[in-house]
């Protein structure tokens, strides 16, 4: 498996990334099996929204990267810039794993790649909302316990952050993604 830099060219192979990786996840979600099998009439808005982030100021061309196998993207991953009060800090997401190459290391691999370069460049905490059950094992705990909370409350629950080498016990506050998470 090759870790890239996503390329000028790559977006509609991410599109498909995430149309895959998130029909699947709305499917189980609804109970409508029937829904893998077939052409999903709506794309998941995790399409869109890596979209209209990467026509963002926050967008990070640094930050955003794929996984290729024989030539074929099969994985996307982005941080994107992101705010605590005055403090500049990242969020993750969305991250995509095309179903036909799930649970294979694929998305452990994005995970570790993307936070070892956000480390390097010395981003201080990454964000995000997701399972409780993937996560941590990234170092991601949940924000409430740095002080750093969602400025989306009903986000607060699945909300994690991880600190990184430059983290700043002051980083404390709201937490505000990119403009684009609040348009879907
Ligand atoms: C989540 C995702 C990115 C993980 O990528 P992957 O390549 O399948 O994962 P890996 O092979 O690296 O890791 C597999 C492990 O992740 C776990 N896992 C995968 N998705 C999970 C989820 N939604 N919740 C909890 N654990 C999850 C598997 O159970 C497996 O655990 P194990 O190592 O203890 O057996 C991928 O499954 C995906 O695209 N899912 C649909 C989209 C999605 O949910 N994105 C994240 C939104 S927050």
């Known amino acids: 498996m090759l870790i890239r830099r996503e390329r000028t060219g790559d977006a509609a192979a991410i599109d498909a990334v995430h149309r895959s990786a998130f029909a699947a996840t709305y499917a189980s979600a609804t109970g409508n099996a029937?829904?893998?099998?077939?052409?999903?009439p709506v794309d998941p808005p995790e399409v869109a929204l890596v979209r209209l982030l990467r026509e963002d100021s926050a967008w990070m061309p640094t930050l955003s990267?794929?996984?290729e196998q024989h030539d074929d993207v099969v994985g996307h991953v982005c941080l994107?810039?992101?705010?605590?009060?005055?403090?500049?800090?990242?969020?993750?997401?969305?991250?995509?794993?095309r179903t036909d190459h799930q649970a294979g290391g694929v998305g452990s691999a994005l995970m570790h790649a993307v936070l070892g370069?956000?480390?390097?460049l010395d981003e201080p905490v990454v964000g995000l909302?997701?399972?409780?059950?993937?996560?941590?094992?990234?170092?991601?705990?949940p924000g409430v316990?740095?002080?750093?909370?969602p400025d989306e409350p009903e986000w607060t629950s699945h909300f994690q952050v991880r600190a990184l080498s430059a983290y700043d016990p002051e980083i404390t506050g709201d937490f505000r993604y990119a403009e684009p998470f609040y348009e879907l």
């Open 65 to 67: 990267m794929v996984v």
């Open 34 to 40: 029937s829904a893998t099998a077939v052409h999903t």
């Open 145 to 149: 316990r740095l002080g750093i909370t």
């Open 117 to 120: 370069a956000a480390d390097a």
């Open 129 to 141: 909302l997701g399972s409780l059950g993937y996560y941590p094992r990234f170092g991601f705990l």
């Open 80 to 97: 994107t810039r992101a705010a605590v009060g005055p403090f500049p800090v990242l969020s993750l997401g969305p991250i995509g794993v």
